[in-house]
């Protein structure tokens, strides 16, 4: 029997299902809210709750959005002559953090992996072509993750807009920022060094 | 303007409150959430809503429980001849974590400290007292935390306690298991040397 009372043992146990939060991380949290005030308890009760049913996709680059089309598409400072194509909605805000991209996204929701039975047809990549065909768009930068069914995704995709006259881009490839060759994987430093560049 | 809906920012926002959880985590967390089923989402939600709601504190030992007396308190297969006095109530699920204690606890919900204006009022240290009286507690383990104010809450109680013909003890001092020499702070090695025990 554990000592822990029911409530807080829940509280705990819904913690832990929370990724990145294991059982000490998931009873300090609880601890947390048992003497956090009501206010701020319900606030992230509210919003646990308020997520889903306020939220919807955008209908041209199926962002999760508070309206449609979402606030990106929407927006006229946006550069309509690129689009980023990415895996999953929370890719987008590192991507807008880094204020290095001004142009419009597009949100696969997966990668082709034939282990999950994950065909292209079960991503949003035909919804992608419409996009591209009146000629305003350019460029389509690929940024799948670096993995294997990340870049086969994007090598998909770059068959399919390459004919249409748009040029597809990835991602480069190196040393992340800060980090030491000394402990830096045999793949990455392998394209760092295939992708060397002038400077 | 954040491209963020707001609905996500809100429970990033909420996440990003608790504490150990920065803005990385707290996006991941909300990402998380989003593609989470309903069911999942509604007991997080409800756990933190019903916890304050169903916890009293014990009115023996002062921890939050969901009965009074709690179940540690009311379980007759404790040793009821040791008190363990912590300070707060996520103090008792590591100690009950080590099954190396089977005795009772009392939680004094704070630490002595002047800068902060908490005197031994103000902590339910009064309130031990009586638990003491009647002469079956022979022992009192003061396992305050090792720092400056949780030293001086212990020394605090056991001036209290040794007239009453209670033994006060504290819980060891040394190095933890599985560090290093190395890296070990000087406090922590002193105390590791002068509490040197024969093997």
Do not use: W
Not at 2 to 12: D, F, G, H
Not at 53 to 81: E, G, M
Not at 136 to 152: C, D, R, S, Y
């Amino acid at each position: 029997m554990s000592t822990t009372a029911e409530p807080i043992a829940r509280l705990i146990e819904a913690f832990s299902r929370l990724p990145g939060i294991g059982p000490k991380s998931a009873q300090r949290l609880a601890y947390y809210v048992l003497q956090s005030s009501d206010v701020e308890v319900e606030e992230l009760a509210e919003s646990l709750l308020c997520l889903k049913n306020s939220l919807v996709l955008c209908s041209r680059c199926f962002n999760v959005a508070d309206k449609d089309p979402c606030s990106i598409c929407s927006d006229p400072q946006r550069d309509k002559t690129v689009v980023c194509v990415v895996e999953k909605p929370s890719d987008i805000p590192p991507m807008e953090r880094t204020s290095q991209f001004n142009g419009l996204y597009h949100v696969l929701h997966g990668v082709v992996s034939p282990n999950k039975g994950i065909g292209p047809d079960d991503l949003k990549i035909r919804e992608l072509l419409p996009r591209l065909r009146d000629g305003e768009v350019k460029e389509v930068i690929l940024a799948t993750n670096p993995t294997v069914e990340g870049e086969a995704t994007a090598m998909y995709i770059r068959q399919l807009v390459t004919p249409m006259g748009v040029k597809a881009t990835k991602l480069a490839r190196g040393l992340p920022y800060g980090s030491d060759l000394e402990y830096a994987d045999d793949i990455t430093l392998g394209q760092a060094i295939n992708s060397r560049q002038g400077f």
